[in-house]
């Protein structure tokens, strides 16, 4: 044991994330175990006894019995958590007075729980500076993670892919990344993707003898049960308190993620410059760092949550919010320094191909350094206790109204706002194009010419109908459709 050694010690600043304070040892163990398996699930951490947690009064421990309590204290930790935790357990003075400093290290076979209580019940993360009972949701990326396993990886329960499914997606997933490349010398230079390429990525994967489609596949093809989508708004002032525009985007992942960068793309200021004779478009916020930063929350965000990644704008920023909070062991200041931790290896491998976000870790390092290139204020990181938000500030303005731009701009700039063309994702794109050539076609023919689901069909008719872009006219049987907004 390690108690003989005594160290100097900085005097109290306040319990936080990795730092708690216990005035004695309680008479239960339990409510101080709930924090060593809180340190021992997150980022590890120190419990302090001889602290007074209130005060923060260095009131020491006794030293005649020191020696005692310290097997105690390790004795209690090594009997009641489950794995096994072995804590650091030594002694420091402050101001003349011994302190007993129990440290936790962050464990590598999560989760770790109080066994009296069982996994379900006795299972702790530490945010902020309380240690709290997880969610079901939460216990289960645990899980995962603690097994060195990723949900989007997991095989899809109660879907079946075929080999033309399998050979679609193949095919879509290049078709974007050449989409997204610019110099035509390296859209040749894309190479296909296979069917062993996807069980590389975790977009495939064997279970009971078969190939089988993960997770990650039915995102990436919009089959998800209960498929989430990115919601997108326009907000008046600063606040939530009044909308100036909504949408949902739903269909596969990729599709969420490039409509709600157009829709970003659509809404925010827009101005013109000059140069030479050309007209060259200048955008209030750098449009790389945009698609980069709703890239990662598709990305990055927790699956096993149940709600949706957020776009809001607002007159003063852009803000991203992502379920499911940051990853165990990162920290934001990490994350801006590039440490990357991927959530969903799967998915990452898939976007990293097609040209939808940088190399792992590198992309909020880029969009700190766009950012404060293009003159804005610093990304605002908010980590909740189940999501992240991310805020990207807009430029100031004039009293006009006008964006003032911190950049240097030729004085013939000038300035639009865009807010009445709807921005639809690729698949509602493909099915608007088949209506317009073929109106008088059923939900059956509509299915067979774009190779979908009738169900598929259905889904996407529904949100063009509700959009006013197009309506039915006449019988099931004997009518045909009609696009209302042309501008589409």
């Not at 990729?254 to 409509?259: L, P, S, T």
């Not at 929350?297 to 607002?314: K, M, W």
């Not at 803000?319 to 931790?341: C, D, F, N």
């Not at 950049?407 to 063309?421: C, E, G, H, S, V």
Request: glycine share 8%.
């Amino acid at each position: 044991m390690s108690g003989s050694v005594v160290k100097c010690m900085k005097m109290p600043t306040g319990e936080s994330k990795r730092v708690e304070y216990k005035v004695a040892v309680p008479e239960s163990s339990e409510k101080y175990m709930k924090t060593v398996v809180a340190f021992a699930n997150t980022q590890g951490g120190r419990l302090v006894f001889g602290v007074d947690d209130k005060t923060l009064d260095v009131v020491g421990m006794d030293e005649e019995t020191i020696f005692q309590t310290m097997d105690a204290l390790t004795n209690a930790i090594s009997d009641s958590c489950e794995p096994r935790i072995v804590p650091n357990v030594t002694m420091q003075s402050v101001g003349g007075k011994t302190l007993i400093v129990v440290e936790i290290l962050p464990g590598m076979m999560r989760p770790y729980y109080i066994r009296s209580k069982g996994m379900v019940n006795g299972t702790f993360t530490r945010v902020a500076g309380t240690s709290r009972l997880v969610s079901r949701e939460m216990l289960k990326e645990l899980i995962l993670e603690g097994q060195n396993r990723f949900f989007d990886s997991e095989p899809c329960e109660g879907l079946a892919a075929t080999d033309a499914d399998i050979t679609a997606l193949c095919s879509s997933l290049k078709e974007t990344a050449v989409r997204n490349t610019v110099e035509e010398k390296d859209k040749l230079a894309v190479k296909d993707v296979t069917p062993n390429v996807l069980r590389s990525w975790g977009v495939l994967t064997e279970h009971e003898g078969k190939i089988v489609p993960t997770n990650a596949f039915a995102l990436l093809t919009g089959r998800m049960m209960f498929q989430p989508v990115v919601q997108c708004g326009i907000f008046k002032g600063t606040t939530r308190g009044y909308f100036v525009d909504r949408r949902e985007f739903g269909g596969s992942v990729q599709d969420q993620m490039e409509a709600a960068y157009q829709y970003v793309r659509e809404k925010i200021n827009r101005g013109m410059r000059l140069v030479g004779v050309y007209r060259q478009d200048v955008y209030e916020l750098p449009m790389a760092s945009v698609r980069e930063l709703i890239a990662n929350a598709v990305v990055h965000r927790s699956y096993l949550e149940t709600g949706n990644i957020q776009v809001a704008l607002f007159d003063d920023r852009l803000e991203v919010t992502s379920p499911g909070g940051l990853m165990t062991g990162v920290t934001i200041e990490q994350m801006k320094a590039g440490y990357s931790k991927p959530r969903n290896r799967a998915l990452a491998n898939a976007f990293a191909y097609m040209n939808l976000i940088e190399k792992w870790g590198s992309g909020i390092p880029n969009m700190v350094r766009d950012c404060k290139a293009y003159g804005l204020p610093d990304l605002e990181f908010i980590d909740f206790e189940s999501a992240i938000r991310i805020n990207m500030y807009r430029k100031t303005t004039q009293s006009n109204g006008t964006p003032q731009f911190t950049t240097q701009l030729p004085k013939t700039t000038q300035f639009t706002t865009r807010y009445d063309t709807p921005v639809l994702t690729l698949k509602e794109q493909k099915l608007l194009q088949v209506i317009q050539e073929h109106p008088e076609m059923g939900q059956k023919k509509f299915a067979e010419e774009l190779e979908w689901t009738v169900d598929q069909v259905k889904y996407y008719l529904r949100k063009l109908t509700k959009m006013n872009i197009v309506h039915h006219v006449g019988t099931s049987r004997k009518g045909h459709w009609e696009v209302m907004n042309k501008k589409s």
